[in-house]
């Protein structure tokens, strides 16, 4: 301990002094510099190869480097030389070693004999580490005489260099962020946030060093000592906190010694004491006064290096001043607090400036003098708010003043006031979910919410019902948004438990501004009702007109032919032939091309068609059809019922073609329907439309996307009338492969490059995407309409996929748990809101707007994705609406005086670390996703305390750590949550999310079991729980006293060991309504009998999918496992398990078992012989066992299979005759089987096509 004292007395003491340094180990740093890199790289080539853990050697050896640059302090001391040299020798045979080893990686000049030659040994490894372990007494020692030089007055010539200084910083930087992630032993977890801080406070230093560089020597010289005197300190925090030679025994026996070094480091890097903060305001009023110094002309070759340091302490700035207003832990940051807040906002918008207009505003030097001027005396403020005794407010009110002026020359005020103040989408959705949490509330407050909200509802209805648009209805419908989201901010208040003074305010204000709005509303009504306007429910229409490219159609020849021959052939009866696909994607030309065909012509007596549109106007439909069908009868109509009448005889006995186009809604397609008599001639009515069920009962035809020859065709159609000259072929292709095969995009790429010379083909591709594809006004106008057709339930559920990177593809299953979360799907009585979301879901499908990607193998969706067209008008309709907010590098938002105070979604795509001080616009937050791929581990401590009103947090693609944040707990609202790191256990705070419905861990490194806490079982709302592989545990010993988890529907992966203090079945028990259920079974050969049964209760009468895999350690031979499992079961999974016959037959009992997957597992004798098992709804089926040699069984066996799957089947050489029998049997896939099993499935594929079944598809694939 009195090494340390000795050492902060120094410390204390150096801040006047000034340096001695003299150059030392010249060449071993630029050899540490480049092993370093070469570490790097093969680290995140060839992972462990280097024998001890890989970022403790990367810390290692840039603390050696920092260690070596300061040492030149020193000067030519001959032990020290010595031990340089003899770290230098020792050295250089390790990285000739791994620069060697890096060549081989990447395939440079290093053959495998020159790395093999180059390899170390394991007694050369161990011999070098040795050496450098039993250094550490020595640098110890080294590291004294280094603080002794801090207090020096000698000068020398040879001081470090501008170049170094900054290297030294990035090496301590990058070590302390990284000691941040390490898994700690207990004790050392304090050391987590002193570490950061530490971090935060040395970037500041490095920060404040590149911008003040314009002072005067001797203030450069002052503030140039106190720096060494810090990072001679942070190093040797660092190398007193190196993992590779801090033991567990050393480093506890240091831990008490580093945390009071870094508590003063902290000290005397803050402007606390008077002597820095005189260094820190010195340097930057001295470096103010002398860049106004500065030859224009020099200073402008520099330009950009200044922007940069400036943007960077600006930084710096806003993020300690940030912390400061979190903590309160200075005076003026509790008295100052709301002009300190606008101050924090001011920051953001310079560095926005600095970021976004540079060097277009900056013709004028006095222009960018202003910002930096700004930036100097934000840096001499922050500095100042230590000083308690110091009068500040004129300070600040002239800085406010300064950056508002620069605000305004730089047009950060021009742009036009939106007028949507809060979300504009699905306001009577909105208020249904506001009235849903009320439910659960039971306050006097929340009682006179709930009477407040209906009255508010009940207006936004009729104003719904009327017209919106008019003026006079839109003050009250802008007024009514705007009060339902005060009320939601007051029942969030309510669910925290904030009942303050200013609560009671707020409360006492809204609902006098609600009886207000109330009142004039009922005064105003009659006036409104008195314009004519009428009362009918409806969306708003905007007319449609004809598509340019209606008549050309190139492609599609296949699904032409196939619509052909509906219509042809078939049965006598009237058949409908309904042509569905998205906006754009061609339904109606290609309807138009069957439909004029000379053959479909000769083949009806009567042909007639009309466009329907959205409005579905029924007569005018009918009169049009009339007209070309029996033009006489037309002058005699008298009302619409005998316009179907005269429609109805005029086709009466007659084989006849009705095309209707553009069909939106089912209640249309009924109009007609009576219209067209049934006289059992084969007539057909062919109907274009965006929905699949819009004649229901009928089976649709869904267009797919063209192919690239197709798309070739059409493009080169609309640009040369013919066939592609040969030197655009390459180009063309490369176009048309952006156009992803929508024929409509097509259309609009040809109208772009039609004007254009081809040999500016080439810069136009680099530019070409989907934003320029959709910006064209009849794209926007075909998406608005289908959008503006929706009903409202609908609309956030579509625009939601502006979340989601474009071209993504979508987990259904996470999709509708985010809308619950999100309170988009109102849950009703008679219907579980799981399927209530899928409603949605299959809504919008029948819709064209999404599209099914994947599905399983009962046929339900397993991914989804929409269009890029699609996707660009959810995002600017979800930004145009603040439904979404999407935060990038550059974007706006985080310059706070752009902050809307409503955003309620944002899709953050930045580096989390980067909204360090510009978090206050999260603060209004209810959904937060980032989109952002964050390997290194993240700390987000000062981020979760902004976000007390989120309901859904997804940081399902941020590294979080090895350790769940505690912070976390403060999110007493969330309903989802998604997080990823190399947590090994969950903390009992999780019990304070006590609305979570979902939660779902990503681990990056599976293996372990995830240790839960007997808390998790107070979440009595949780539905979906989603455990990495091999899956998370309950402590077996409480289990017996705790609540059943009723509503949970989704579990997996649960852990059970095996045998447990709780038997398996009463633990299963416990979930009585799971939908869907995987558990792993642990145990070790002593464990198990001979016989083991797994019991799966009856009582889970919901339970529709089970996986269960088995993990046994150290098995010498097989056991038997035998089944009892719930009669519903519809699918099964088993993984690892050693089956018997008795265990087959038991899954053949199963009555409604459609999907069977075995996997890895093991037949008694090798023998599959099924004997008199029946699985009479069997529809999948997946074989994966190595040592399966024959399976036998007949055609009563399978009577509805679809799908063989057969994987890594090695050994097998028999199999079922009767596959070549199964009339139902659609595609048979091996992945990595013997040749006799591809023969034998060959075999069954030429009988199945003699026999007429010649679709039977056939995959192989030698790869997993």
């Not at 902060?8 to 150059?23: R, Y």
């Not at 990284?178 to 530490?198: A, H, V």
């Not at 002009?339 to 960018?368: A, C, R, V």
Request: a negative charge; charged letters at 25%; aromatic letters at 8%.
């Amino acid at each position: 301990m009195a090494k340390f004292s000795y050492i902060l007395s120094k410390i204390l003491g150096c801040i006047s002094g000034t340096t001695t340094t003299t150059n030392i180990s010249s060449d071993l740093i630029p050899l540490l510099r480049s092993t370093i890199d070469d570490l790097e790289f093969v680290v995140d080539r060839a992972g462990g190869e280097l024998s001890v853990s890989n970022e403790t050697i990367i810390v290692f050896f840039r603390n050696l480097k920092v260690f070596l640059l300061l040492t030149r302090k020193l000067g030519k001391d001959p032990s020290l030389e010595s031990f340089s040299s003899m770290i230098e020798a020792k050295f250089r045979r390790f990285a000739e070693y791994v620069h060697t080893f890096r060549l081989f990686l990447s395939g440079q000049e290093a053959t495998s004999d020159q790395y093999k030659a180059a390899n170390m040994s394991d007694d050369e490894t161990e011999e070098f580490w040795g050496h450098f372990l039993s250094s550490v007494g020595r640098m110890d020692r080294i590291y004294m005489t280094l603080v002794d030089s801090c207090s020096s007055s000698t000068h020398s010539s040879n001081s470090l260099s501008a170049d170094e200084v900054d290297d030294i910083f990035g090496c301590v930087l990058k070590n302390l962020q990284l000691l941040q992630t390490f898994k700690w032993e207990q004790n050392g977890e304090i050391l987590r946030e002193p570490m950061r801080e530490l971090g935060e406070q040395m970037k500041f230093l490095r920060n404040l060093n590149l911008f003040a560089s314009h002072s005067n020597a001797r203030q450069e010289d002052v503030y140039a000592h106190h720096l060494e005197a810090m990072l001679i300190t942070a190093s040797f925090i660092l190398f007193k906190s190196d993992p590779l030679y801090c033991d567990e025994s050393i480093y506890e026996e240091n831990l008490p010694q580093v945390s009071e070094l870094i508590h003063t480091i902290l000290m005397f890097t803050k402007p606390i004491e008077p002597r820095v903060f005189k260094i820190y305001t010195d340097l930057l009023s001295s470096s103010k006064s002398g860049r106004r110094l500065l030859d224009s002309a020099d200073d402008r070759i520099n330009m950009n290096r200044e922007v940069t340091r400036a943007k960077d302490f600006l930084e710096s700035v806003m993020s300690n001043l940030w912390e400061l207003l979190q903590k309160g832990d200075v005076h003026h940051a509790v008295s100052m607090k709301d002009q300190l807040l606008e101050l924090h906002d001011g920051l953001g918008s310079l560095i926005f400036i600095l970021s976004h207009q540079y060097p277009n505003k900056f013709e004028l030097k006095t222009n960018e003098d202003l910002i930096f001027d700004a930036a100097y005396d934000a840096g001499i403020l922050f500095c100042s708010l230590y000083q308690s005794h110091m009068k500040l407010e004129d300070e600040l009110r002239y800085l406010l003043r300064a950056i508002r002026l620069i605000q305004e020359k730089h047009g950060e005020n021009d742009a036009p006031e939106s007028k949507i103040k809060v979300p504009s989408t699905a306001p009577l959705s909105f208020v249904d979910f506001l009235l849903e949490k009320l439910t659960e509330q039971t306050s006097p407050e929340a009682k006179t919410i709930q009477v407040g909200l209906v009255s508010l509802k009940s207006m936004l209805e009729e104003i719904t019902e009327s017209h919106p648009e008019q003026e006079e209805l839109q003050t009250f419908w802008t007024r009514s948004l705007e009060l339902a989201y005060k009320i939601e901010r007051l029942m969030d208040y309510l669910v925290v438990g904030d009942l303050s003074d200013s609560f009671l305010a707020s409360f006492g204000y809204i609902m006098e501004d609600m009886k207000n709005l109330k009142l004039e509303f009922e005064l105003e009504k009659p006036k409104i009702e008195k314009t004519g306007v009428a009362m009918t429910r409806s969306c708003r229409v905007v007319s449609r007109k004809s598509f340019s490219y209606r008549n050309e159609v190139l492609g599609y020849l296949e699904e032409a032919e196939s619509i052909k021959n509906r219509l042809t052939r078939g049965s006598k009866q009237l058949q409908v032939v309904p042509i569905v696909g998205m906006p754009g994607q061609g339904k109606t030309a290609l309807a138009l091309k069957v439909y004029n065909d000379p053959s479909i012509l000769y083949h009806f007596s009567v042909c007639a068609w009309a466009t329907v549109s959205q409005t579905g106007d029924v007569k005018r439909v009918l009169l049009d059809l009339l007209t070309q069908i029996d033009p006489n009868q037309c002058s005699v109509i008298t009302c619409d019922r005998d316009l179907v009448e005269k429609v109805w005889h005029s086709l009466k006995g007659k084989k006849y073609l009705i095309f209707l186009d553009d069909i939106w809604q089912t209640e249309a397609w009924r109009s007609f329907k009576e219209a067209f008599p049934e006289d059992h001639r084969a007539s057909r009515i062919m109907l274009t439309s965006r929905r699949r069920d819009v004649a229901p009962g009928e089976e649709p035809h869904e267009l797919r996307s063209l192919t690239d020859e197709e798309s070739m065709d059409l493009l080169g159609k609309k640009l040369f009338g013919s066939c592609w000259p040969n030197e655009l072929i390459d180009i063309g292709t490369q176009i048309v492969q952006i156009c992803k095969g929508l024929p409509l995009t097509i259309l609009i790429v040809a109208g772009i490059l039609v004007n254009t010379e081809p040999h500016r083909w080439e810069a136009i591709l680099g530019g070409l995407n989907s934003a320029i594809v959709s910006s064209v006004e009849q794209c926007k106008k075909t998406l608005e309409l289908s959008y503006n057709n929706l009903p409202e339930h609908l609309r956030p559920c579509f625009l939601y996929f502006a979340r989601f990177p474009e071209d993504h593809m979508v987990s259904v299953r996470r999709l509708l748990r985010l809308w619950i979360a999100e309170g988009f799907v109102r849950r009703s009585e008679t219907n579980h809101i799981d399927n209530d979301a899928e409603d949605y879901l299959k809504d919008l499908i029948d819709r064209s707007l999404i599209m099914v990607a994947r599905q399983n193998p009962l046929g339900q969706m397993k991914t989804c994705h929409i269009h890029d067209l699609f996707h660009e008008f959810c995002s600017q309709k979800a930004k145009d609406e603040l439904f979404l907010s999407v935060v990038r590098g550059n974007s706006k938002l985080l310059a706070s005086h752009h902050q809307p105070q409503n955003l309620r979604r944002l899709c953050i795509k930045v580096n989390p670390m980067h909204l360090r001080g510009s978090v206050s616009f999260l603060s209004y937050a209810r959904s937060v996703n980032f989109n952002y791929d964050a390997k290194e581990p993240q700390n987000f401590s000062f981020m979760f305390q902004t976000l007390k009103l989120l309901r859904v947090l997804d940081l399902g693609r941020i590294n979080l750590g090895h350790v769940f944040p505690s912070e976390i707990g403060l999110l007493v609202q969330l309903a989802f949550l998604e997080i990823r790191g190399y947590m090994r256990d969950i903390p009992p705070l999780i019990a304070n999310l006590t609305n979570l419905e979902t939660f779902i861990l990503n681990q990056i490194r599976k293996g372990k079991v995830i240790s839960l806490p007997d808390s998790i079982w107070k979440l009595q709302k949780l539905r979906h729980l989603s455990l990495p592989t091999p899956g998370g545990s309950f402590p077996m010993e409480s289990l017996a006293t705790l609540s059943n988890f009723c509503e949970l529907g989704y579990l997996s992966v649960l852990a059970i060991p095996y045998p447990t203090s709780m038997n398996m079945e009463g633990l299963l028990k416990m979930f009585p309504n799971v939908r869907e259920l995987k558990f792993t079974i642990f145990t070790s050969s002593e464990d198990i009998g001979d016989h083991v049964k797994i019991v799966v209760p009856q009582s889970l009468s919901q339970l529709d999918s089970l996986g269960i895999s088995l993990r046994v350690g150290r098995q010498s031979e097989p056991k038997m496992f035998e089944f009892s499992l719930p009669r519903k079961l519809k699918r099964l999974t088993l993984s690892g398990f050693y089956l018997c016959s008795k265990s087959l037959s038991t899954f053949s009992k199963l009555p409604n078992l459609e999907v069977l997957k075995l996997d890895a597992v093991h037949f008694e004798g090798n023998t599959w012989e099924m004997e008199e098992d029946e699985f009479s709804k069997l529809r999948y089926l997946q074989l994966n066992s190595w040592e399966l040699h024959s399976w036998n069984a007949t055609e009563e066996q399978f009577h509805c299979l679809e799908k063989l799957v057969l994987r890594a089947c090695t050994s097998l050489k028999e199999m079922p005759s009767c596959l070549e029998d199964i009339s139902t049997l659609e595609e048979i896939k091996i992945v990595m089987c013997s040749d006799a099993a591809v023969e034998l499935v060959e075999k069954i594929k030429e009988v199945q096509t003699e026999s007429g079944n010649s679709e039977l598809k056939i995959i192989t694939s030698m790869s997993n």
